[in-house]
């Protein structure tokens, strides 16, 4: 009897460890700025289907654009000791935590799945760190796009324009209409996401020494006063509220017809989808004029930190079904973006969705594609966040060209 009960006891203790074992195994923490209408749709899909695993969700949303705001959230955390299962992130950001060590592996379940061959290289090179798998990428964004109101371009003639100039007279005509041109909103990363598509338009070549190769004589150039000089004409078609904008509300003035047209990134997409517009009847999508067959991407991934053994079967669990093929194609038909995988059908996604993919495909195979400077795929934070500095300033007039120019070359180099 006596041997009975201890067993019981035991047994009880038992039934304790492994059920909080496996409430810790079923659950997963997740950091993410996805928190507009569009995006927090996308990220329902993962949700379910993690749920429909039986895994559970504690979700840690952070608003902010681009992620800045959720970094800091980040840093504070893992100092504290309490990083969440996985982390929304963008490029360089990614090989820097694995270079600080606080992330996990996920080699036996990428070997398994066999992710080498169907994620692209300019893909992995972010996902891995010192040949190890280190985050599950979700998808493919690039920022060089318009997203144009139908009705506003029919008015104006019903071409898109394919050149700087015929993009300033869409622009004078969408004034001539009475609504504002350019629906803008002014925060660093948007403004930054704007330049990634003016500097693309002066050329790759141009991209890639400027962004890419960080190189000074480049940055310093008369073409990058160009640049800045297209930013000013630019920044004559917003409207006087642009200030600190989410970029959701500057999409939603662009499907209302308030304003013709924003220059963003595919998650603009996301917006007009969730509002039931449809591209080529409600709206344009198409991309930057001059930049045509080039592609600057940025691709969210979800970088896995080291967390407690119980929690990494939940960890890898979530990984798979990221980069499962049927998951892949329904949560970018959501969320605007192309799939991070090559080898997802395309049958699913609408018209822009289908030319996001072919894109990316061409550009790829073309050495067309390029990390967006303002996404974190092209430079480390401290010299994105400098970049920034610059062009914000510029954009609201407290930098002449000249100036800009200038004190690019040095915000470069002092954070390089
Ligand atoms: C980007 C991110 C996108 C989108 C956007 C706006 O950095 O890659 O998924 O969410 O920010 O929040």
Redesign the pocket.
Known sequence: MRKFLMTTAAMALALGVSQGAARAAENVEVLH??TSGG?AAALDVLKKDLESKGITWTDMPVAG???TEAMTVLRARVTAGNAPTAVQM?GFDILDWAKEGALGNLDEIAAKEGWDKVIPGALQQFSKYDGHWIAAPVNV?STNWLWINKAALDKAGGKEPQSWDELIAMLDNFKAQGITPIAAGGQPWQDATLFDAVVLSLGDDFYKKAFIDLDSATLGSDKMKEAFDRMTKLRSYVDDNFSGRD?NLASAMVIEGKAGVQFM?D?AKGEFIKAGKTPGTDFVCMRFPGTQGAVTF?S?QFAMFKVSADKVPAQLQMASAIENPTFQSAFNVVKGSAPARTDVPNDAFDACGKKAMADLADADKNGRLFGSMA?GHANPAAVKNAIYDVVTRQFNGELSSEDAVKELVSAVEGAK
Request: glycine fraction near 28%; hydrophobic fraction near 35%; charge should be negative.
């Open positions: 700025w996805w995006e654009g681009g992620g963008l964004h970029w990134g998650w940025n969210d996404h």
